[in-house]
């Protein structure tokens, strides 16, 4: 079956796309330049002072210039426009869905601004055809793109699948085995700059093939799965199948190596299945979800689905610590990272925290991949002792959608670094309304002189300008990295965040994608409270 007809048989397209902070190359070093570079590469993971390591980034950023390398850091309006523009997308979701009811999303905004070169990230946005809702998806990959790109193409279609009925799924396997065109699955929302491996999907179908035979053989399947169950066991099993694909042979070199570069890389996933009542949010990871709320009195408050799953979450701690022998608990995490390298503890692929030394190695030496050119080497992290030490299990949350749910922000950690989840629901509370809601006046501000604040509050109000963007997630992106100490959009602090060079940008900044859902609110009455 050739890859573009699987393609058509699964894809309904719209008319309207972890840190590891090494370079992609970080698996080649042997444990004696392990922490040089840990240390002499990582990005201060704020540009004003959220999770740096050490000095500031402001400090930092404007220190980059030096008479070995003199940088440029000035940029035009329409440069900057340009470049925080790029990859936005704004969709406008049909009033009412492919099954007759009303479409619980009234429309997304959605952006991405990479650091990395290429971008790790990606996104993913579909409407389930054969069942109720969209689905929406935020992924961070991490020792490069792959991983990220291949569970952004299934894990959606996984999820769908896992909540279609039985005679669904019959219907699907009867149009198989006849050729007959199989019923679209998912209607997607593509960006022009997103893409699929087109050359993996035979692969990729006659897997999801399997996945749904598997559904079929249960006794238990009947109506399809309810959202949480699907979303939790669509992610455990692409996990698997992305395991597995690496371990077998394949029908061409080319599939071959993205099987395994997609295992040894990794990524984050939050994805969020918004129904006609109800949101469910699965996250593995770093990655977040937060519903932006306005109360009757008009204040608007931050409420998060998600949970980061890293060390500053203690009972993601006690979770891995719970599942290896207490002679590790000084060796499981340092410097707040899985072994000492990987910063989240939850993630797709990233097969050297679960395959054994052994299988790791009888897969790079005898898997017939060209190992260099995939920047693949045999590598193991200190302290190995008791694998697996990573897993993809998602983490998922319920929420009631209520009549002062307004919208949900989805993003990859590189926002998060920036801004904390007050600052971005009131950033996208003043896009929707069109009303400035100055930032509460920090810590630090609150130590300046009587004279110092009043200078501050009249810097502030003279710089409350109207929105610049008519794209939510271009506006978050842009008071990230434009947004100094003192809360005020200051634009040559912006110019030098988007001016900096491919080999310089990932050590100031992250890979940010953003998508914002707003919700048909007349469906939420009050009688529906929780």
């Not at 008479?67 to 340009?82: V, Y």
């Not at 199989?182 to 006659?206: F, G, T």
């Not at 989805?410 to 400035?436: I, K, M, Q, Y």
């Amino acid at each position: 079956m050739s890859a573009n007809m699987c393609t058509r048989l699964l894809c309904h397209v719209g008319r309207s796309r972890s840190s590891i902070c090494f370079p992609p190359a970080w698996y080649a070093l042997p444990s004696s330049c392990h922490f040089k570079v840990l240390h002499s590469q990582t990005r201060a993971c704020s540009s004003r002072g959220r999770r740096s390591d050490g000095d500031s980034n402001q400090g930092r950023v404007q220190g980059l210039s030096s008479p070995a390398r003199e940088l440029d850091f000035q940029l035009g309006r329409l440069q900057i426009d340009g470049l925080l523009r790029a990859n936005e997308q704004s969709v406008r979701v049909p009033e009412f869905d492919r099954r007759g009811g009303p479409s619980p999303v009234l429309k997304f905004e959605s952006n991405q601004l990479a650091a990395n070169s290429p971008l790790e990230d990606r996104r993913s946005t579909a409407t389930c055809l054969q069942t109720r809702g969209m689905m929406f998806g935020v992924f961070d990959g991490h020792g490069g793109h792959a991983c990220a790109q291949v569970v952004s193409e299934r894990l959606p279609y996984y999820v769908a699948v896992a909540m279609m009925s039985e005679s669904g799924l019959e219907d699907l396997e009867a149009a198989m085995e006849t050729m007959r065109p199989v019923p679209p699955i998912l209607q997607w929302y593509k960006n022009h700059n997103d893409y699929n491996y087109r050359e993996s999907a035979s692969l990729y179908v006659n897997h999801l093939r399997v996945y749904w035979q598997e559904l079929l053989a249960s006794e238990e399947h009947g109506d399809g799965m309810s959202p949480d169950e699907a979303l939790s066991y669509a992610f455990q099993r692409l996990d698997t199948d992305l395991s597995l694909e690496a371990q077998v042979p394949l029908a061409s070199d080319l599939m071959r190596n993205t099987a395994v570069q997609a295992a040894f890389a990794g990524c984050t996933a939050c994805v969020a299945h918004v129904g006609p009542e109800s949101i469910f949010v699965a996250n593995a990871g770093d990655c977040r979800a937060v519903l932006g709320v306005q109360e009757s009195d008009g204040n608007w408050s931050a409420l998060p689905l998600s949970l980061d799953h890293n060390a500053a979450n203690t009972a993601e701690l006690e979770r891995v610590r719970s599942q290896h022998p207490a002679s590790e608990n000084q060796t499981l995490i340092i410097d707040d990272r899985l072994l000492g390298v990987l910063m989240p503890l939850r993630a797709f692929g990233d097969v050297r925290f679960k395959w054994s030394r052994e299988l790791q190695q009888s897969v790079l030496e005898n898997g017939g991949c060209d190992l260099e050119a995939l920047n693949l080497y045999q590598y193991s992290p200190p302290n190995y002792l008791t694998p697996p030490y990573l897993e993809a299990t998602p983490e998922v949350t319920y929420h009631r959608l209520r009549p002062q749910d307004r919208f949900l922000i989805l993003a990859s950690d590189g926002l998060w670094d920036e801004l904390d989840n007050e600052e971005a629901v009131r950033l996208v509370a003043e896009h929707l309304t069109g009303v400035h809601l100055q930032a509460p006046v920090s810590a630090s501000q609150r130590q300046l002189s009587l004279g110092q604040m009043h200078q501050l509050l009249l810097r502030r109000r003279a710089r409350a300008t109207p929105v610049l963007d008519s794209n939510a997630a271009t506006h978050l992106i842009r008071h990230a990295l434009g947004t100094n100490e003192y809360g005020e959009m200051d634009q040559e602090r912006l110019s030098a965040m988007l001016a900096l060079p491919d080999d310089l940008a990932r050590m100031y900044r992250d890979d940010i994608t953003v998508t914002v859902v707003y919700f048909n609110s007349s469906l939420n009455k009050p009688s529906r409270n929780n």
